[in-house]
T-cell receptor, first 108, second 112 residues
Framework: EDKVVQSPLSLVVHEGDTVTLNCSYEVTNFRSLLWYKQEKKAPTFLFMLTSSGIEKKSGRLSSILDKKELFSILNITATQTGDSAIYLCAGATYKYIFGTGTRLKVLA | EPEVTQTPSHQVTQMGQEVILRCVPISNHLYFYWYRQILGQKVEFLVSFYNNEISEKSEIFDDQFSVERPDGSNFTLKIRSTKLEDSAMYFC??????????FGPGTRLTVL
């Protein structure tokens, strides 16, 4: 059965800290891995990763995929209170399989 | 920037009633999806739709559910004879050709 597992389930940090969120996957006919940020409602797209070892960056966020070890990480540097959210990763095959998310809380 | 829209934002219904949730995907997108998220739980895939037909559906998507693209813009999810456990947030999503899919704001369905 396809599955996506995220860790940690929750994380509390202080502003300015760096965090690393983990996502491992077992997805048949895997095509890509996506990261989303979910605040109050809908997930908003962060990254799509298809190739191993190529880091994608957007401001203070970056992500990388390891297709051999079947995992991805999302890094957030210099965290801000606005980064507080649930971070979801999803494996894409003919459908999208989501993990349960990592709840990040950044304290001022 | 184009976005996926959904109506209504909140729907309250009585158990056993039928509901139709509406979505307008991004206009040049080709693949459409419905997901649900029960409060506090993960996002679950329901169904994908491409070229005017269902391409994949999950075990959750049983005969109680149906999808339709009645015209060139709307994409609907119909739930017949709603049950208490259908209470959830329902998200529509769409994508063009890459796997990057974009989510609508969701419809919160409450079944009483």
């Amino acid at each position: 059965e396809d599955k996506v597992v995220q860790s940690p389930l929750s994380l509390v940090v202080h502003e300015g800290d760096t965090v690393t969120l983990n996502c491992s996957y077992e997805v048949t006919n895997f095509r890509s891995l996506l990261w989303y940020k979910q605040e109050k409602k809908a997930p908003t797209f962060l990254f799509m990763l298809t190739s191993s070892g190529i880091e994608k960056k957007s401001g203070r966020l970056s992500s990388i995929l390891d297709k051999k070890e079947l995992f991805s990480i999302l890094n957030i540097t210099a965290t801000q209170t606005g980064d507080s959210a649930i971070y979801l990763c999803a494996g894409a095959t003919y459908k999208y399989i989501f993990g349960t998310g990592t709840r990040l809380k950044v304290l001022a | 920037e184009p976005e996926v829209t959904q109506t209504p934002s909140h729907q309250v219904t009585q158990m056993g009633q039928e509901v139709i949730l509406r979505c307008v995907p991004i206009s040049n997108h080709l693949y459409f999806y419905w997901y649900r998220q029960i409060l506090g739980q993960k996002v679950e895939f329901l169904v994908s739709f491409y070229n005017n037909e269902i391409s994949e559906k999950s075990e959750i998507f049983d005969d109680q559910f149906s999808v339709e693209r009645p015209d060139g813009s709307n994409f609907t999810l119909k739930i017949r004879s709603t049950k208490l456990e259908d209470s959830a947030m329902y998200f529509c999503a769409s994508r063009r050709s890459t796997d990057t899919q974009y989510f609508g704001p969701g419809t919160r369905l409450t079944v009483l």
